[in-house]
């Protein structure tokens, strides 16, 4: 069954250090998306991503964040200078079309864990 | 704002029971709900969407309900087992996203 892969798993980095979180969602959606969920808190959506450009970003979402598609296959969503703040799972999903016709059901990767010292 | 309300507090109930989770939303017509359940650790999992025109719609031991004038929409488990315990989320479209609710922890003891 296609899965959406995220890499890595597990991260830690040093306060104001650069990080890339790297994603491949399935192959035939045209949708992509980035999440976070701090510890004990609720999913919370930080950007869309659809046709290469971003579709919708969320307050979060500042000028330390960026994401990118590279090679029509990687997502990743990059933090430029990390903050004690930006610990938590950061889940990529895609969704092969939005609910109109089908069922709006997002496929989420297993997440990647940032902590950040 | 657009606002999704899930009971916070954790649901406790005995295997065989029926389990029923609450999703209240604020501010909001949206034209489908969605829930999800997420385990420990792992990312959420897609299980129904509901219409705004769908009353009811089942899958399973699954049921869920959809009232756009109460802005509610019910969970149910039937017959539930201890494989159901997890947190279910509701997630709600808007613009180029989905908002999830904080999602009910539900334990179903054996």
């Known amino acids: 069954e296609p899965e959406v892969t995220q890499t890595p798993s597990h991260q830690v980095t040093q306060m104001g250090q650069e990080v890339i979180l790297r994603c491949v969602p399935i192959?035939?959606?045209?949708?992509f998306y980035w999440y976070r969920q701090i510890l004990g808190q609720k999913v919370e959506f930080l950007v869309s991503?659809?046709?290469?450009?971003?579709?919708?970003k969320s307050e979060i979402f500042d000028d330390q964040f960026s994401v990118e598609r590279p090679d029509g296959s990687n997502f990743t969503l990059k933090i430029r200078s990390t903050k004690l703040e930006d610990s938590a799972m950061y889940f990529c999903?895609?969704?092969?079309?939005?609910?109109?016709?089908?069922?709006?059901?997002?496929?989420f990767g297993e997440g990647s864990r940032l902590t950040v010292l | 704002s657009q606002k999704i309300e899930q009971n916070s507090e954790a649901l406790n109930i005995q295997e065989g029971k029926t389990a029923t989770l609450t999703c209240n939303y604020t501010n909001y017509s949206p034209a489908y709900l969605q829930w999800y359940r997420q385990d420990p650790g792992r990312g959420p999992v897609f299980l129904l969407l509901i219409r705004e025109n769908e009353k009811e719609k089942r899958k399973e031991r699954l049921k869920v309900t959809f009232d756009t004038t109460l802005k509610q929409s019910l969970f149910h488990i039937t017959a539930s087992q201890p494989a159901d315990s997890a947190t279910y989320l509701c997630a709600l479209p808007g613009g180029f996203k989905t908002i999830f609710g904080a999602g009910t922890r539900l334990f179903v003891k054996a």
């Open positions: 999903a895609s969704m092969e079309t939005t609910g109109g016709g089908g069922t709006g059901e997002l496929f």
């Open positions: 192959s035939n959606h045209l949708y």
């Open positions: 991503f659809y046709n290469n450009e971003i579709s919708e």
